[in-house]
Nanobody, 121 residues
Framework: QVQLVESGGGLVQPGGSLRLSCAAS????????MGWYRQAPGKERELVAT???????NYADSMKGRSTISRDADKNAVYLQMNDLKPEDTAVYYC???????????????WGQGTQVTVSS
């Protein structure tokens, strides 16, 4: 059974930094896309950043210039370095790993349980 385990969340002051980690356990095989999403209270889950197997990255506009996503394919792990954190970054951050399939097959997605990030003075 595949499990994604996140770590690195916590309480940080505005302007501070955090590094989130996510590692997959179980027989997950190769992963095409890894990413981070977040969900604030009363809001929908939104994309933070993704990274492909070819290391192409994509960031939400709100996180560009303040965050860096990276991956370790050998460890099936993905990381998110966040700097200059703001109170509006407060949310539960979720890790996602996705295996892309050619049509008609759908992609297979795995989600972590989430880690809380709170930015407050």
């Amino acid at each position: 059974q595949v499990q994604l385990v996140e770590s690195g969340g916590g309480l940080v002051q505005p302007g501070g930094s955090l590094r989130l980690s996510c590692a997959a356990s179980g027989s997950i095989g190769s992963i095409d896309v890894m990413g981070w999403y977040r969900q604030a209270p009363g809001k929908e889950r939104e994309l933070v950043a993704t990274i492909s197997s070819g290391s192409s990255t994509n960031y939400a506009d709100s996180m560009k210039g303040r965050s860096t996503i990276s991956r370790d394919a050998d460890k099936n792990a993905v990381y998110l370095q966040m700097n200059d954190l703001k109170p509006e970054d407060t949310a539960v951050y979720y890790c996602k790993m996705q295996k892309i399939r050619a049509p008609p097959f759908k992609a297979v997605s795995y989600w972590g349980q989430g880690t809380q990030v709170t930015v407050s003075s």
